[in-house]
């Protein structure tokens, strides 16, 4: 029969993270989870780590003192497979984020910008819905993610780049937050090889909706989360093959949606934010970009012309 101390390694084998992430769950350090490894045969686990391998990777309390067939059937029947909904207040739903967008991260925004650079320059938004613990986590990972050194890729559709910039309806910014916002935004990509942002085309490829969600991957944790048309609640998915694909449909050259490259996307954030102090239209910013990119056919393919 397994041991207690065989039943963690196992479990620490089947969740594919690195011996630091694991140790991190646990609240140890990587030196003080290898020393439990190496010592296998004096060491077990804590009432304490059982309890906090159970709440994070969902398993029942039963898997530490079955028989071994019941511990693998424990162990294989929740696979990385199972989704996790995450719906305990808006406070939670910050602090989830928070913990766990983490470097490495793509991040598929469905409206421009990420509220790491919108709270910083308004925070209206939240008027009617606001708490002093929602209003410190939304500060935190706004220093989080505009940190020089945070490295993650923001994907954006230009749709929602024109929309946040020229829309009439819906849109809550005044002319000035907007020109704020691109200024922030401009100053923390430029030049910084940590961060990537891209503005792709939503209508290059089918992605049947993947630009409506605020869709969060993490290929290094084989984890992605996705925020639900609730203000809310968040599903969690740990299948390592769809951690995969979804990332590969990004990462991937022949695969991704047509996209303006990465090095380009601060001059062309530049070009529209002339264009917005100095009241040009949606048509003449899109002529502008044409002028002095290479990118005016993409950005002219995302709105209608009068004939």
Known sequence: MLN??????????????????????????????????????KKSPSDEVKSLICSHFRYSKDIWECDESEFYRYIDGLDDGDLRLIDDGYENLLKYIYENENEGSLIL???FPNPAYRDF??????????????AQYRKKRGLKMRAYSFGAAEWYSIKSLLEFCFANIGNFYTKEQKIQILELMIVTFRDNLNKSIYFFDS???????????????????KRMFLKLPLETAIVEIKNSDLVTKIHTHYTHAKKCPAHI???DAVMVMELILNSLKDDESLEQTCDKIDKFSPYG?????AISRRV
């Not at 594919?16 to 020393?35: N, P, Q, V, W």
Request: glycine fraction near 2%.
């Open 297 to 301: 056919a993409i950005f002219k393919k």
């Open 203 to 221: 209508y290059d490829k089918k992605i049947y909706g993947l630009d409506m969600f605020y869709l969060s991957v993490n290929p290094k944790e």
């Open 109 to 111: 925004h469905p409206t």
């Open 261 to 263: 490259d990465p090095k």
């Open 121 to 134: 320059v308004t925070s209206s938004v939240y008027k009617d819905f606001d708490s002093d613990e929602a």
């Open 4 to 41: 207690a101390m065989e039943r963690f390694i196992i479990i620490f084998e089947k969740s594919k993270l690195s011996m630091s992430k694991f140790a991190t769950i646990l609240g140890k350090d990587r030196r003080t989870l290898l020393s439990w490894i190496e010592n296998s045969d």
